[in-house]
């Protein structure tokens, strides 16, 4: 089976999160809250021959190729098919408290080149981009019949895009005479709505509007908080939980969560002195996001947007 998709910060990653220590159980256990093909699974299987995972994806054709590739490891290795929000809100009775939770926040390589669903405009494909094919609207959907303010503030809320209101009012007015079917199509008609010089920069005119229009689609951004919270709640004591994220948004996200956890007072800012007597819940281990060195970025181009940030539960 050829694997396509190059897992991003996988030394730091399994650094960072090493389930070695006192705080640790002789055999851990561990989330992996966005399996994908498996490559950050398959590195913490190999480094920690006593650690148990189980990785969650919404995808089942993502997940067949990860359960081939990860075979060789046994029980050690078990799988959930779901979106993890789901998964965390109904945390299993008959799982122990996981040791390590890992999110990998960005889509995998497969999900651009070999699962026909229109993420790339490179392709001639029907424009779907969800990355569970049986849920919700279809990027087809959202393109034909969101109005032209809603297009224009997702593209520019998500995309951050800065021509959003001329690619909005173009999709739309070319959904007057025909629907837009597919990801050339769409890819053509942002191609056309954007100035001349614009067309020619660092990256593809379409990049951004695609990035945009593929988070509304999956509500990857509405799902994490919630997901990040009962992610905590169900890591023990002592255990440790990164996130890589892919999106400013996402950061933020990530960033005010892991530093609410951090502080001991939660006081208002307009108290002088502390009265609540609260208790730091987490360590911050990464004062600072990890980011891929610059060998990383050469070798595997869509690890250079990539943040790692980890906490210990305290």
């Known amino acids: 089976?050829?694997?396509?998709?190059?897992?991003?910060l996988l030394n730091e990653t399994l650094d960072f999160l090493s389930p070695e220590g006192e705080s640790f159980a002789a055999s851990p256990f561990m989330v992996d809250s966005t399996l994908g093909e498996g490559g950050h699974s398959n590195a913490f299987l190999q480094r920690f021959q006593n650690l148990r995972i189980i990785g969650l994806?919404?995808?089942?054709?993502?997940?067949?190729?990860?359960?081939?590739r990860l075979s060789v490891y046994g029980t050690r290795m078990n799988f959930h098919l779901?979106?993890?929000?789901?998964?965390?809100a109904n945390y299993p009775d008959t799982l122990p408290g996981p040791d390590i939770i890992l999110f990998d926040l960005g889509i995998s390589v497969f999900h651009y080149e070999k699962s026909g669903?229109?993420?790339s405009f490179r392709y001639d494909e029907e424009?779907?981009?969800?990355?569970?094919?049986?849920?919700?609207?279809?990027?087809?959907?959202?393109?034909?019949t969101a109005s032209e303010f809603d297009l224009a503030d997702i593209i520019y809320k998500y995309g951050?895009?800065?021509y959003s209101r001329r690619i909005a009012a173009s999709i739309v007015e070319t959904r007057k005479s025909s629907v837009i079917n597919s990801s050339k199509e769409l890819a053509e008609i942002i191609y056309r709505s954007v100035p001349s010089a614009y067309r020619h920069g660092r990256i593809h005119p379409a990049?951004?509007?695609?990035?945009?229009?593929?988070?509304?689609?999956?509500?990857?951004?509405?799902?994490?908080?919630?997901?990040?919270?009962?992610?905590?709640?169900?890591?023990?004591?002592?255990?440790?939980?990164?996130?890589?994220?892919?999106?400013?948004?996402?950061?933020?996200?990530?960033?005010?969560f892991f530093r609410d956890l951090a502080k001991s007072c939660t006081c208002p800012p307009e108290v002088p002195i502390c009265k609540c007597g609260?208790?730091?819940?987490?360590?911050?281990?990464?004062?600072?996001?990890?980011?891929?060195?610059?060998?990383?970025?050469?070798e595997n181009s869509p690890s250079r947007s990539a943040k790692l940030r980890v906490i210990r539960k305290l």
């Open 1 to 8: 089976m050829e694997i396509v998709h190059t897992p991003v």
């Open 57 to 68: 994806d919404a995808d089942q054709n993502i997940q067949a190729r990860a359960k081939e």
């Open 82 to 88: 779901g979106w993890f929000n789901d998964f965390y």
């Open 117 to 119: 669903r229109g993420f």
């Open 127 to 144: 424009l779907d981009m969800r990355l569970s094919p049986d849920a919700g609207q279809s990027a087809k959907d959202l393109v034909n």
């Open 160 to 162: 951050e895009e800065r």
């Open 207 to 256: 990049t951004k509007s695609f990035q945009a229009i593929r988070i509304a689609v999956n509500a990857e951004l509405s799902r994490l908080p919630q997901a990040l919270s009962d992610a905590f709640a169900v890591l023990k004591s002592g255990g440790k939980m990164g996130v890589i994220t892919f999106h400013s948004l996402e950061d933020r996200i990530v960033k005010c």
């Open 278 to 298: 609260g208790k730091s819940r987490a360590q911050l281990l990464t004062r600072k996001p990890v980011e891929p060195g610059q060998n990383e970025v050469d």
